[in-house]
């Protein structure tokens, strides 16, 4: 977590105003977080421009002599005056305007202009220009224009940053960290870079500022992406002086292990065997494992935890999975037993079930459980990681969904289970942390995975089971409704399921609500005699669990939901998908969702209703979205176009890592400076280790333990 700022002393206490606050908020407590606050863009007021020279669309400054100046009413009341500069005419508009802004505007002044140009056969206008008196010294350098917010003025934020930037620069705190000669070619100092990018002299190229590949750009952008490389190997290393159990797999006929493969139903797909025996390596090493599994939906992830957490009990340990939702640890629970519960028993072992919803009593009874060792395996939501719940000997952590997960709770995950008390049985001496196996069905493309999870082993099924018939997906315009209806009464016709999945609208979850429930009338009043159930977030658990059930055990033909559905349900019944607004998802939410049917040997079609909006049309983002959905079903191809749409901070989003600490760089573009970061970050470790430190210190303050996560 982020460090709390220094508490106050008496003197400073009294309260902040806004836009103090709101520089708390943005991060900038720091001199060196200001000077690390660099401009958008900027706007240039070095020189003066004439009318007769410029273009529609222009940012011009220049200075000229009002002609006329009055308020007119065509169509809103509005300031209008006409001004020359002696190559043309300029009419200005000023809609909310003060009285001064007249007295500023006499007819006869001569006065200085700045704002966007409108050009066309009507003459130049110009919309609330800046006005200035005429003569004023000219700015020497660019003017910055910095990220800020509604109650953070830019002018207060200028002078803020030029503030901390001068203490900064005065300070070592910008002491270069890495030797000259192990700099990429022909770099710019660090302290050069920071000031030029603040005030950047006017004869630079304003495009190279804008696109960010002027050397000043590109040593801080190298700077930003050491400081996240060097974290990540530093998280690597701590890791590899902890201790965890070692999980070593058991050959015995009677294991729980070899129960369970003799009891699965099918043949584990090659893919499924390779990461479980990668799985099995790991853990049975002395040093906590740190794997992401990742593998499409339906490809087989939960067999794979289930004989981890197998040869972890095996091993005399306990294990605990976690999921995003009570749903879908709901169905992990189910599984889990089903498979496990008949090997345990005999050895008086149980398996747990921890959520938020549980009565106090029954939830007494499962923490007794969990303390006492007899719950070998636990399952459950966030629950799991409450501060109640103690493990006597917690040796395999399994995360399902684990982008579903925010960034803190997965930290807060770690820390947990890495205290003394969860660890009892040996918990003294060296700090153990248990092993960590984190699942997600939203691969993530290599050049990310190279960048930003150093310290993570990823392991991937990249095959689907035997048997599955490829989705068919289609695009629908909202206008053929009655068509999609018709075909979902065929479906039922063969006793097949459908999901029905409407998005949520905007901001209100009341209107996400309005929408799904008036489907699902709509549905039961054209499908007379069909079970159609509806499932929203809203709903108490207890009756969410109920439909659940109903549609699971095949009773209800329809069900209609809001996103609740997305993760996880395993229903191989179910055949059709419609998704409803389909424009308004999100890719990698879009494939989720479709991975809910194709899950048994039957044909399954997903559906993508959309409907053009206001505008007639589809923007271009929802236009490729549906294009990649119609064209591909493979997940990891369905990732690089995500990345490819939306960036690589809203791909992984700060939800996802702490990669949205990258501000600057952008690892796809930037690969050349990442290889750079790639093999400077060891070396500094090992030869300047105090540099390291101060490096990581400067960019990322108290906020490295985000990256761990
Ligand atoms: P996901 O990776 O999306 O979590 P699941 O673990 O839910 O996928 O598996 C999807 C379905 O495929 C489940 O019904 C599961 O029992 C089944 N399954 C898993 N592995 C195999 C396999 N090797 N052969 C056949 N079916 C399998
Ligand atoms: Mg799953």
């Not at 599955?468 to 053929?480: D, G, H, S």
């Amino acid at each position: 977590m982020p460090a709390d700022p220094p508490s106050p002393s008496a003197s400073e206490r009294k309260p902040l105003s806004m836009p103090q606050k709101a520089l708390r908020k943005m991060g900038l407590l720091r001199p060196v977080d200001m000077a690390l606050h660099l401009p958008m863009r900027y706007e240039d007021e070095t020189r003066l421009g004439k009318l007769g020279a410029a273009r529609d669309g222009d940012a011009l400054q220049f200075e000229a002599v009002v002609q006329s100046c009055q308020v007119v009413f065509k169509p809103r009341r509005q300031l209008q005056a006409v001004v020359s500069d002696g190559t043309d005419m300029c009419t200005l508009r000023f809609f909310n305007f003060h009285p001064n802004m007249q007295k500023a505007l006499k007819v006869g002044r001569k006065v200085r202009l700045r704002g966007e140009l409108r050009g066309s056969f009507m003459g130049y206008s110009m919309m609330h220009p800046t006005v200035q008196p005429a003569g004023a010294p000219l700015a020497a350098a660019l003017t910055p224009v910095y990220p800020s917010t509604a109650d953070l003025p830019q002018a207060y934020l200028r002078k803020a940053v030029q503030g901390g930037l001068a203490r900064a620069l005065q300070s070592d705190v910008f002491a270069e960290t890495v030797p000259r000669d192990h700099l990429p070619p022909h770099s710019w100092a660090l302290r050069e870079s920071l000031q030029f990018l603040h005030h950047p002299s006017p004869d630079v190229s304003l495009a190279e500022l804008e696109d960010r590949s002027h050397p000043a750009w590109q040593r801080l952008k190298a700077e930003e992406l050491l400081a996240q490389q060097l974290s990540q190997w530093q998280a690597k290393h701590d890791r590899q002086l902890l201790n965890a159990p070692v999980l070593t797999q058991s050959t015995r006929a009677d294991g729980v292990l070899a129960q369970l493969l003799a009891l699965l139903p099918f043949k584990l797909t090659g893919a499924q065997q390779r990461v479980v025996n990668e799985i099995a390596a790991d853990v049975a090493r002395a040093v906590p494992m740190h794997r992401l599994l990742q593998g499409d939906v339906g490809s087989g992830k939960t067999v794979v935890a289930a004989l981890a957490a197998a040869q972890c009990i095996d091993a005399g340990w306990q294990c605990a999975l976690m999921a995003p939702t009570e749903i879908l640890a709901e169905q992990h629970f189910a599984k889990l037993v089903g498979w496990l519960a008949p090997v345990l028993q005999p050895l008086g072992l149980q398996v747990a079930w921890l959520t938020g919803s549980q009565k106090k009593k029954e939830r007494d009874t499962m923490l007794a459980l969990v303390a006492s060792g007899e719950a070998a395996l636990v399952v459950g939501t966030h629950a799991v990681i409450q501060d109640k719940v103690h493990f006597k000997v917690l040796g395999l952590a399994i995360i399902d969904e684990q982008h579903r997960f925010g960034v803190a709770q997965r930290l807060a995950l770690r820390q947990k289970l890495s205290d003394a008390d969860s660890l009892g049985a040996q918990g003294a001496g060296a700090a153990q942390e248990p092993h960590l196996l984190m699942m997600s069905a939203t691969p993530i493309p290599r050049t990310l995975a190279m960048s930003y999870y150093a310290d993570l082993d990823v392991s991937t099924i990249d095959e689907l089971p035997l048997g599955r018939t490829p989705i068919v997906t289609k695009l629908v315009a909202e206008t053929r409704r009655d068509e999609v209806i018709e075909r979902i009464r065929a479906q039922l016709q063969e006793d097949r399921q459908i999901y029905w999945v409407c998005p949520l609208i905007g901001e209100s979850e009341a209107l996400d609500l309005r929408n799904a429930t008036d489907t699902h009338q709509d549905l039961c009043d054209a499908l007379p005699g069909v079970m159609v159930g509806l499932l929203h977030s809203r709903m108490p658990q207890a009756e969410k669990k109920a439909v659940m059930s109903l549609f699971v055990q095949g009773q209800m033909g329809v069900l209609v939901s809001t996103t609740v559905i997305e993760v996880g349900v395993d229903v191989a019944n179910a055949s059709l998908m419609v998704i409803e607004h389909a424009e308004r998802f999100g890719l990698s939410q879009l494939h989720q969702l479709r991975g809910r049917v194709g899950r048994g040997a039957a044909a399954s079609a997903c559906v993508l209703l959309y409907s053009l909006g206001e505008h007639g049309r589809l923007s271009d983002t929802a236009r490729s979205r549906l294009r990649a959905m119609a064209e591909t079903g493979d997940g990891f191809e369905i990732a690089r176009r995500d990345l490819e749409i939306r960036g690589p901070g809203e791909f992984l989003g700060s939800r996802q890592s702490g990669a949205a600490m990258l501000r600057f760089a952008d690892p796809t573009a930037d690969g050349e400076l990442l290889q750079w970061a790639r093999q400077i970050a060891p070396l500094l470790l090992d030869q300047y280790p105090q540099n390291a430190a101060r490096h990581v210190e400067r960019w990322l303050g108290g906020k490295s333990d985000f990256l761990k996560a």
